[in-house]
């Protein structure tokens, strides 16, 4: 499984390249306030995906490590069954609101975009933070996306009968 820290630094690593790569463009082009603040906070997205999609290629290229099922669980007690079903529940309701907010988030950027050109102080506060929630509730779906993969195989398992 992937270290929770790797992901958190990853990601900001990602966005801080994007931000750098904005400041280098906005003075390179030296825009209007609304255009500074529209490019630094469009250019927060595509390092999030690519340090995204860069973890997910390592994870579809790295092998699980075997572990047999008796050192992971005592499969003859249901519980711990029982409990890792409520666990999977849990992420799943919190990968879906997420998955919601994430989706909010997105829209409230397009709202807050199409008026570029004529933006006002809210439009200048609102986008970089809408922007910055579309991308927090992504990285969260991504995080609990990666917990829920982890016990993925134990629900699957059926008990063999001997």
Avoid: C
């Avoid at 397009?110 to 970089?128: E, N, T, V």
């Amino acid at each position: 499984m992937i270290e929770k820290e790797n992901l958190r630094q990853g990601v900001l690593m990602g966005i801080f390249l994007s931000l750098a790569i904005g400041i280098i463009i906005s003075r390179a082009l030296k825009p209007t306030l609304n255009s500074v603040i529209f490019i630094l906070s469009v250019a927060m997205l595509p390092g999030f995906f690519i340090i995204s999609l860069l973890y997910m290629l390592r994870i579809s290229r790295e092998k699980m490590r075997e572990i047999s099922d008796a050192k992971k669980f005592d499969w003859g007690i249901e519980i711990n069954l029982k409990k890792m079903q409520i666990l999977h529940s849990k992420y799943s309701s919190m990968l879906q609101t997420a998955g919601i907010l994430a989706i909010g988030s997105f829209f409230t950027m397009i709202y807050l975009a199409k008026d570029f050109p004529m933006w006002r102080i809210g439009h200048q506060i609102f986008f970089p933070i809408s922007t910055a929630f579309f991308i927090f509730f992504l990285h969260l779906a991504f995080r609990w996306w990666f917990a829920m993969r982890s016990d993925y195989p134990y629900l699957q398992y059926e008990k063999s009968r001997k």
